[in-house]
C-alpha cells in the first residue's frame, strides 16, 4: 500500500505517508488504485475496496441486532 502511494503519486515522500491518520492513508491509498484502474484491497466508504470499512461496520451492526447483542458497560 505505501508503495502503490510512493509509486502513483510522486508529490507524496516516505515521510509524509509515516505522518498519515489511519484513515487518510486507506483513502490515500484508494485514490492512488483507481487512478491505475485497479481495485483496492480496502477502501473506507466508496465501496470500491474488495474489503470495505463503512460496509462491513454495517453487516456487523446487523449481525448484532439480530443476535441481540448488548453492551454491558
Known amino acids: 500500500m505505501v508503495y502503490t502511494i510512493l509509486f502513483v503519486d510522486r508529490k507524496t515522500n ?12 486507506i483513502r490515500k491509498y484508494g485514490e492512488c488504485m483507481k ?4 481495485q483496492p484491497v480496502i477502501s473506507l466508504t466508496s465501496g470500491d475496496g474488495i474489503l470495505d470499512y463503512k460496509i462491513l461496520l454495517a453487516r456487523l451492526t446487523a449481525v448484532v ?3 441481540k447483542i448488548t453492551s454491558k458497560v
Open 14 to 25: 516516505f515521510e509524509q505517508v509515516l505522518h498519515f491518520q489511519p484513515f487518510e492513508f
Open 35 to 38: 487512478i491505475k484502474g485497479l
Open 65 to 67: 441486532k439480530e443476535l
